[in-house]
């Protein structure tokens, strides 16, 4: 069964102490790994797309990877207004999506 | 007005009544998508179109009726909905192109529903 799993479910930073996201999956035939920002009461907005193992893209403090069986989005430094819900999805036959990761920056 | 539109961006209504969700998308893509996103939940699709045709439909209730008169409007008609239907509703976009499949979606702000 296609899956997508995204851990930590919560995480708290202080302002400045980098980590990582993940996001392991479970599909056959993977046509594009996305991470994409949620604030609240917002869509989901577009960060990455990443199409095979070893690609990776980066954007301001925010950096992410893929292998042929989790994405990490590695995030440096941050600040306060990173703070929000990061979501990953994977394209196989259809769209699926983890239930994300919701990051509070303290400042 | 740029990227994807979605009217109403909060909208009650009660079990008997019929409403509908409007979303624009103005990026030129060719698919555009229905979601629902409930707490704690990964989002769900519920219909795709692609060039104004539905290509997906996940097992969605018929109390849920999806049109697409064109490549740029897509509507999520409402009626006789369930309080466990309140959620917010995403409309997205992506281009897809044919042997390739679906690039990134890009997504409108969302419908707040509430079923009373």
């Known amino acids: ?107 | 007005e740029t990227g994807v539109t979605q009217t109403p961006r909060h909208l009650v209504m009660g079990m008997t009544n019929k409403k509908s969700l409007k979303c624009e998308q103005h990026l030129g893509h060719n698919a555009m998508y229905w979601y629902k996103q409930s707490a704690k939940k990964p989002l769900e699709l519920m219909f795709v179109y692609n060039f104004k045709e539905q290509t997906e439909n996940n097992s969605v209730p018929s109390r849920f009726s999806p049109e697409c008169p064109n490549s740029s409007h897509l509507f999520l008609h409402l009626h006789t909905l369930q309080p466990e239907d309140s959620a917010l509703y995403l409309c997205a976009s992506s281009q897809a192109n044919p042997g390739q499949g679906y690039n990134e979606q890009f997504f409108g702000p969302g419908t707040r529903l509430t079923v009373l």
């Not at chain 1, 609240?40 to 992410?64: D, I, N, V």
């Not at chain 1, 990490?72 to 259809?94: G, W």
């Open chain 1, 1 to 107: 069964e296609d899956q997508v799993t995204q851990s930590p479910e919560a995480l708290r930073l202080q302002e400045g102490e980098s980590s990582s996201l993940n996001c392991s999956y479970t599909v056959s035939g993977l046509r594009g790994l996305f991470w994409y920002r949620q604030d609240p009461g917002k869509g989901p907005e577009f960060l990455f797309t990443l199409y095979s193992a070893g690609e990776e893209k980066e954007k301001e403090r925010l950096k992410a990877t893929l292998t042929k069986k989790e994405s990490f989005l590695h995030i440096t430094a941050p600040k306060p207004e990173d703070s929000a819900t990061y979501l990953c999805a994977v394209r196989s036959d259809q769209f699926y999506f983890g239930t994300g990761t919701s990051l509070t920056v303290i400042p």
